[in-house]
């Protein structure tokens, strides 16, 4: 393995920790490299507080300030060269001395866009980019495509029986039917902490009555958004509960509504359903990625679950086999 890329995928599992609390931000891996030596390692903070790079270079400005001015700085990310929440990064790597950079991609919003590159450049630093450039891509997959699509990145996600159904023709209360056994259960909740919203329509809120929150899995709960065209659903529905925030848009426009949540800097949100729901999304190709489980429990009847077309099923899907249940992850390559 190239030493570079050995460094970046490190990075890139430091960058897998500041998710999602760093969102809106991406969550971005950093680490100093002395003679094939880590000297100090960081990740994102939570929304508001230090970058990668800051964290990094400030445990080594601690621990082993000597070997600043011998150090490589591995990023995932282009640093950032504007006054945000925090000063910019360029100019930290800058002021410490740091003679070399290697970077896994451009950052792409608008302030940023190769400007820290320049930046470091200019003062003479040796800088390298686009080290496993993809994989630094797929980490921060959400702040891509809300900088690039405007939009948040949205997943689509159901539980479908083996003989394809989301619901039964007839349910004795309101509640969840499970198709799903409880390990599945439980890892939609993980996937639910990992996401800044999860959003359903009215229909399912008046026939499920869900919670939408992560009570299974550590984690805080997701914004909770309702497609509500009337808004007249009961206050006393548990997605009004005091146990996480709720939005409601009156509007069934897959378009719109990522408009929606674009202006309210919301980057990722987890669709689950109901069915004309989720297919709204998948007729209007707005979606990134669909975790579809299917079960073993057979209906007989009901809602049918939710079709893509002949020209997205050709995505080469990814199978998961949990205790019984498949899971199947498909990317919009289209996209």
Known sequence: MKIHEKYIKRCIEL??????????NPSVGALLVVEDRIIAEGYTSAYGGNHAEVNAIRYAQTHTPALITKATLYVTLEPCSHFGKTPPCADLVITSGIPKVVIGTIDPHAKVAGNGIK?????GIDVTVGVLEAE???????????NKKKRPYIILKWAE???????????????PVWITNTYSRQLVHKWRSEEQAILVGAQTVLADNPSLTTRDWYGKSPLRIVLDERDD?????AVFNQEA????????????IGHILYEKDIQSVIIEGGSKTLQRFIDSDIWDEARV?????????????PIFTQKQQSNIPVYQYIKGDTLTIYKNNKL
């Open 136 to 146: 630094c891509y797929e980490a921060n997959k959400r702040f891509f495509t809300f």
């Open 15 to 24: 960058s897998k920790n500041g998710l999602p609390s760093a969102m809106p």
């Open 245 to 256: 925030e709720t939005m409601v848009i009156a509007s069934q426009d897959p378009e719109e």
């Open 293 to 305: 489980f299917t079960g073993k429990t057979i209906f007989g009847g009901g809602t049918k679950a």
């Open 161 to 175: 029986t083996w003989d394809g159904y989301i619901a039964p023709l007839e349910r004795s209360k309101t509640a």
């Open 119 to 123: 930046k470091l450049i200019e003062a």
């Open 233 to 237: 659903l009961p206050k006393e529905t």
